[in-house]
């Protein structure tokens, strides 16, 4: 099992401190959009749980993890208490958010991407997967609150690199058979330092050739 | 099997009378945002469906049962031609529509928690792929027709806790190896009064704290 | 294997020309809704795979031959890079662009009915699998991009239709077990004109009786 990058035990915290902020950005959605409790919790569960379950879904791990892990499915209820009561405090903080976000990032296309190796996937469909893993939940989110996924919209900062750079670099280090603890972090910190740059210099990808300067956002 | 907690026949009636009613929302909906014949059809088959196939998919129970058993898939052709010709009258009896509605919720969610632990799920993952069963269906409804998820809005009366109960119930049941029709119908039917209630009296869930009273609904 | 109903390498130039054409249709949005370029690449990919991972998670051939056929992956890349550099010249010729749509649902409804019949779904489970393959990735579509799927839209002409008819001739030559190179091909160009007539002569399908003149569209 490549997908054994961390010690069991480590595997379990950074996942669920990932879980827990990827948690966080849908709880605050949900705010945003005036849900009451459980739709704060559903967006909570659906925004963490998502990408995994989808990858878990399509690479053939039934039940996945999200199911089978009680901590998975705590957590997010966890997030929604603490959002629910301190959001003002929570939505203050955005750019510590914003970090642990960018680190469940780093983390989920790493750790996704060696668990579609696991199951028997290719090099490109690892890296899909990878991604998937990392962007899938926020996409969820967004479409379940009736907003453009922020995934795909040119106005936001680079999200999509990033993850895409983790997990390449995740599958490059199977192929050469060089996983482990060391390098596996170092990948997913490498995405999340990507991350925080794009955040903090608000890079962007380019649109389409062509375009006038008279198209500055989404209708 | 603890699924068989009515008699087969028993059991395929309430799930068509549910997948019926549920059809009916489907298309009602479909005919408020203008959609043609077909895209009521689609509509009522994904509102009836969708739920339960979701289940199937994380359980592993491939192909989904909406797929194998004729009743299911054609159920919500029926519903179609009804609101096609009588949407009207269809409207007009709202309340016996929410009735219905309500008795599949009550129903799916029963049987949606004990499918999922017959396929080896845990108690909580149980739960929520019970709840998942009978609300899924409503969500993916209204994604599919551009409308914020009614389930999340807190200007709707309560429909994820009337569910929440039922498929707690119907696990504890479970648990103490104690569900049979007699314990499942009750279950079932304090999830279907739970939600009548709700609508009678317009029982909402709390929003986040701190918010204005300025803030009258979602935008 | 009765889906064998062409070559395999006729079937996969096919196939891929099939994913190219609904890739660009995915592109095109995306530019339309003012997309990044890797918001390009997503909605590409979700247009020209979606409905065939959907056939495939439910009918259980995991991983989907999205992720193990590595072409079927690279197409929409390409064709993100000729919409990202070219579409005003794509847009231009929006006539060639519905017309290989056309095909590709034509040949997707055939090949999906064949290949859910394959992996032991009932007729009507094998043309809703087809009907899914042909027009699953353009509701994906749509609802990332936050519009109304077109599929559902009265203004829209005839989509649904054409692969209903695709599907049902496919399902109806396997059971009578004269499904070949073809007869297959037939199927899928008899939905391939029919839907060109459709979108000639702006056919529609009726919505629901009583409604008054003033309902001109969706809102």
Redesign the interface.
């Given at each position: 099992m490549t997908s054994q990058i961390f010690s069991p035990d480590v595997e379990q915290v950074l996942d669920l401190a990932g879980i827990f902020v990827f948690a966080l950005s849908g709880g605050l959605l949900?705010?945003r959009?005036?849900?009451?409790?459980?739709?704060?919790a559903?967006?909570a569960e659906a925004t963490a749980l998502g990408g995994g379950?989808l990858r878990d879904?399509?690479?053939?791990a039934?039940?996945?993890a999200a199911?089978?892990n009680?901590g998975y499915?705590?957590t997010p209820l966890v997030a929604t208490l603490v959002?629910?009561?301190l959001?003002?405090e929570v939505a203050r903080i955005n750019l510590t958010v914003q970090t642990l976000d960018a680190l469940g990032l780093g983390l989920f296309c790493v750790t996704g991407t060696a668990k579609a190796h696991d199951?028997?996937?290719?090099v490109?469909?690892s890296i899909?997967?990878g991604m998937l893993t990392a962007v899938g939940g926020g996409?969820i989110r967004d479409?379940?609150?009736?907003?453009?996924?922020s995934?795909?919209?040119?106005d936001r900062s680079?999200y999509?690199?990033p993850s895409l750079v983790g997990s390449t670099l995740t599958a490059l280090l199977i192929s050469i058979d060089r996983l482990n603890t060391l390098t596996g972090s170092t990948a997913a910190l490498l995405a999340f330092v990507f991350r925080m740059l794009a955040l903090r210099y608000n890079w962007?990808?380019?649109?389409?050739?062509?375009?006038g300067s008279s198209?500055t956002?989404?209708?």
């Open positions: 949900a705010i959009k005036n849900f009451d409790v459980f739709g704060i559903v967006l379950v879904v399509l690479i053939g039934i039940p996945p199911f089978t009680l499915f705590v959002v629910f009561f959001h003002p199951y028997g996937l290719g490109v469909a899909a997967l996409v479409v379940l609150a009736m907003e453009t996924p995934l795909l919209r040119w680079l999509a690199v962007r990808a380019p649109r389409a050739w062509h375009r198209n956002g989404e209708h």
